[in-house]
């Protein structure tokens, strides 16, 4: 059974920076191609990025030259540098195996104000 754990949240004024980790336990073949989530209050859970097995990304529009998602392989651990942040960033963000969904993590908290 692969946990994922999400952290590096926390409360930041717009135009700040944070940097996420996911830290996956179990097999790393459960962990190939993963993907960050978020999910604003009153929202749905929404793709933010994704990142395969050998490191190549795609954004969606709003994380595009704002957001890196990046891998420790060695590590098993998935990361989302975000900067530029703006109230909408608003929400908890999760990460999970785009392919085949594992149990979601609790998340981290993301707060966006002044």
């Known amino acids: 059974q692969v946990q994922l754990v999400e952290s590096g949240g926390g409360l930041v004024q717009p135009g700040g920076s944070l940097r996420l980790s996911c830290a996956a336990s179990?097999?790393?073949?459960?962990?190939?191609?993963m993907a960050w989530y978020r999910q604003a209050p009153g929202k749905q859970r929404e793709l933010v990025a994704i990142?395969?097995?050998?490191?190549?990304?795609t954004y969606v529009d709003f994380a595009k030259g704002r957001f890196t998602i990046s891998r420790d392989n060695a590590k098993n651990t998935v990361y989302l540098q975000m900067s530029s942040l703006k109230a909408e960033d608003t929400a908890v963000y999760y990460c999970?195996?785009?392919?085949?969904?594992?149990?979601w993590g609790q998340g981290t908290q993301v707060t966006v104000s002044s």
């Open positions: 990142i395969s097995s050998g490191g190549g990304t």
């Open positions: 179990g097999r790393s073949s459960s962990i190939n191609v």
């Open positions: 999970n195996n785009l392919i085949k969904s594992l149990s």
